[in-house]
């Protein structure tokens, strides 16, 4: 049961920021958000994960406004390898489950 | 990620066969999973396991089994095939981290085809 909403596919190309938003309107005061990355014939690996404001890596940045009803995850400069299916979730800060509820994701293709 | 193995990586088999998936992990973790993915729905969860006497069923435990036979041993089992059980299926790990957030970290997958 995916909690979030995100475009199903985005096209861009290389070198151009891409800007991947989800929704989350029922997010709950506990859970974080929490971006997967998934290539073909691969498995999901982890690529960030926020609570509120900005959070940046090596890889990409999460923008959370105040009211947590939505994220932006922001790729700078895309290359054809970044390609790929990106998951949004709502991670439960406090859970004990463990468990991730993954929906379809969006399809990101990055032309030359 | 290597610490994170599935074996077969590829498989085919019929109706009605048992067959058996399984996964290892060099990462210490206490904590595994199984997904399986099917062509546009995303990952739906199976079975999971905190420690080697727990196991729970997940969003889509019906017509599968698993065996945790170690903390780094987490096997899948259909115990009789069908075709719509076709589908590439992962097996993930993270560590109990006391109420912080935890990060899955995922096999290379098992593509399954039931003819």
């Known amino acids: 049961l995916a909690k979030t909403t995100q475009p199903i596919s985005m096209d861009s190309y290389e070198g151009q920021e891409v800007n991947i938003t989800c929704s989350h309107n029922?997010?709950?005061?506990?859970?974080?958000i929490t971006w997967y990355q998934q290539f073909p014939s691969q498995g999901p690996r982890f690529i960030i994960q926020?609570?509120?404001t900005k959070v940046t890596n090596e890889v990409a940045s999460l923008f959370i406004p105040a009211d947590r009803k939505s994220s932006t995850l922001s790729l700078p400069r895309v290359s054809l390898s970044d390609t790929a299916v990106y998951y949004c979730?709502?991670?439960?800060?406090?859970?004990?489950?463990?468990?991730?509820?993954f929906g379809r994701g969006t399809q990101l293709t990055v032309w030359p | 990620d290597a610490d994170v193995t599935q074996t077969p990586r590829n498989r085919i088999t019929k109706t009605g066969k048992r067959i058996m998936l399984e996964c290892s992990q060099t990462?210490?973790?206490?904590?595994m999973y199984w997904y399986r993915q099917d062509p546009g729905l995303g990952l739906r969860l199976i079975y999971y396991?905190?420690?080697?006497?727990?196991?729970n069923k997940g969003e889509i435990s019906d017509g599968y089994s698993v065996s945790r036979q170690a903390q780094a041993k987490f096997s899948l089992s259909l115990e009789s095939a069908i075709p719509n059980q076709t589908a590439l299926y992962f097996c993930?790990?993270?560590?109990?981290?006391?109420?912080?957030?935890?990060?899955?970290?995922f096999g290379p997958g098992t593509r399954l085809l039931v003819l």
């Open positions: 993930a790990t993270s560590r109990t981290s006391g109420g912080s957030q935890e990060t899955q970290y």
């Open positions: 029922n997010i709950a005061t506990n859970d974080y």
């Open positions: 926020g609570y509120k």
């Open positions: 979730l709502e991670t439960d800060r406090g859970s004990t489950l463990g468990r991730l509820y």
């Open positions: 990462k210490g973790h206490d904590r």
């Open positions: 396991s905190f420690d080697v006497k727990d196991i």
